[in-house]
């Protein structure tokens, strides 16, 4: 089930020509998710648009409860998937937060890689 939804994330991201999409095992490393996508957007409307995409594509997967946070013109939207949290950045505020480094995403695959 897990890797299905994760198809449908990254699917949706790279169908939105998501760039630098990354997906994170955070199994036994998180208490909040089971796994973490990172993308990037290059614009604001690339990002809402991403974010509405991805509410829709997980309300089709069966996914009831889907919480977004910074819709609407950010550098960075937050999706709530239950076991799955979705980040879309814009390339300055992924550099600066550096999610990849914080969860140590050099171990894991490339997205496309690891569905």
């Not at 994760?6 to 760039?19: F, G, W």
């Amino acid at each position: 089930m897990l890797e299905r939804l994760q198809a449908v994330i990254v699917e949706s991201l790279e169908s939105d020509k998501a760039e630098a999409v990354v997906a994170i095992d955070l199994a036994g490393r998180a208490s909040f998710a089971d796994r973490m996508v990172i993308a990037t957007g290059l614009a604001d409307r690339q990002i809402t648009a991403m974010a509405t995409h991805l509410e829709d594509k997980l309300a089709e997967a069966g996914v009831k409860r889907v919480r977004v946070e910074g819709a609407g013109g950010s550098d960075w939207v937050l999706i709530d998937a239950g076991d799955i949290v979705i980040h879309l950045f814009k390339p300055d505020a992924r550099s600066l937060y550096a999610l990849e480094k914080m969860w140590g995403a050099e171990f894991d695959e490339p997205a496309a890689q690891s569905v």
